[in-house]
């Protein structure tokens, strides 16, 4: 795995590409499906809201929140992804309660810098664990910023989605068998390998770092088996999927195997 400033690097520069997936059927998916799992998981704390996305981008997970009346920070190290927030911040009418942070997540860990340790409500970090190279220390600093009470989630590639869809979708049984105990896997989107990190492991650094997991979501439990791509482009379809996929993220089993494992916990006394 790379540094978090190697990573950081990574990201920056591939602002299309990540616009792209966004706009696509999946990217759509991804989101409709995770706001309404993580307004479940903080729906039990009053508000207003402070929160802090950490390795935000764009702010695609945690603007819907602003728009909900709740103050936002958005941290991220690449400045494209973070002009992108801002402009999204002045197209959604929220940048009173918006701010945007240029910060390197190693930098941070070692000094938490201007970020307030302990006062932050809700902490999001979606889809950031998998590029990180010790999972539980960072965990740790993730908790470390949640106040006693408050929300962490955290999200990230579910491996067994990685040979699920190889198999089924793509008809590829010998990438599947090549993937299956691979520790990595291919960012497309980012062109960079990602480590295949288990929800398992990481709910037992948030137990480690002080914080109860409250609930256990898979996001898009079906919609990376589905091989025509065309069809979720239909808007009917699409509704009729996301009806599905709001109803699965939950249940077992088919939490277990979606694309996407989105862990939610509230950090103890």
């Not at 996301?242 to 195997?257: A, D, G, K, S």
């Amino acid at each position: 795995m790379t540094d978090g400033r190697a990573t950081a690097g990574v990201f920056d520069g591939r602002g299309a590409e990540w616009a792209s997936w966004q706009a696509s059927p999946w990217g759509r998916l991804r989101y409709d499906v995770a706001r309404e799992t993580t307004a479940r998981a903080v729906a039990a704390l009053p508000g207003p809201l402070r929160v802090i996305d950490v390795g935000g981008g764009d702010g695609g997970d945690s603007l819907p929140l602003a728009e909900d009346g709740h103050d936002v920070t958005v941290l991220d190290f690449a400045p494209e992804l973070l002009a992108q927030a801002q402009r999204a911040a002045e197209a959604r009418g929220v940048t009173d309660r918006v701010e945007v942070v240029r910060a390197d997540l190693d930098d941070l860990v070692r000094d938490a810098g201007d970020v307030p340790l302990g006062t932050f409500d809700v902490v999001l970090c979606h889809n950031v664990l998998h590029y990180r190279t010790d999972v539980s220390e960072t965990v740790r600093w993730l908790a470390a910023l949640t106040r006693p009470g408050g929300v962490l989630s955290v999200m990230a590639p579910n491996p067994a989605m990685d040979v699920l869809s190889a198999a089924v979708r793509r008809l590829d049984p010998g990438t599947a068998r090549a993937v299956l105990d691979s520790p990595t896997v291919h960012s497309e989107t980012f062109d960079h390998p990602m480590r295949r990190l288990e929800a398992d492991e990481v709910e037992q650094a948030l137990v480690d770092a002080g914080c109860a997991v409250e609930h256990r979501f898979g996001i898009r439990c079906v919609m990376d088996l589905i091989a025509d791509d065309g069809r979720k482009s239909d808007a009917d379809f699409y509704r009729q999927l996301l009806e599905l996929e709001l109803l699965l993220c939950e249940r077992e089993p088919y939490r277990r195997t979606a694309r996407f494992w989105q862990l939610t916990a509230r950090r103890e006394p």
